[in-house]
């Protein structure tokens, strides 16, 4: 069983930048890929950044290409998630997942999910 705990989470201006945590406990997350998918208030959740197992392979949906970067530190049982040049349009629960295998599509079916933490863009 993996926990999963997101934070960094908050209001920011647009523009701006965050930085997203996501640490695992229970068990080492070393050997699997991650997520960060988020899901705006009335819409469907969706992938926002997928990391594979040893951190050299990333994938990210189109609407933040060139604007987040995702990461990990398998020593820490930490993702990242750092966001710049925020956009209103970016205002959702961002949530982190794990699969448990060396890759991921990036679809909603992964195997443990944290609570996720609200970011707010204003303009």
């Known amino acids: 069983q993996v926990q999963l705990v997101e934070s960094g989470g908050g209001l920011v201006q647009a523009g701006g930048s965050l930085r997203l945590s996501c640490v695992a406990s229970?068990?080492?997350?070393?050997?699997?890929?991650m997520g960060w998918f988020r899901q705006a208030p009335g819409k469907e959740r969706n992938l926002v950044a997928t990391?594979?197992?040893?951190?050299?392979?990333?994938n990210y949906a189109d609407s933040v290409k060139g604007r987040f970067t995702i990461s990990r530190d398998n020593d820490k049982n930490t993702v990242y998630l750092q966001m710049n040049s925020l956009k209103p349009e970016d205002t959702a629960v961002y949530y982190c997942?794990?699969?448990?295998?060396?890759?991921?599509?990036?679809?909603?079916?992964?195997?443990?999910w944290g609570k996720g933490t609200l970011v707010t863009v204003s303009s």
């Open positions: 997942a794990t699969k448990r295998a060396r890759y991921t599509s990036g679809s909603l079916n992964m195997d443990y």
């Open positions: 990391i594979n197992w040893s951190g050299d392979s990333t």
């Open positions: 229970g068990r080492t997350i070393r050997g699997y890929a």
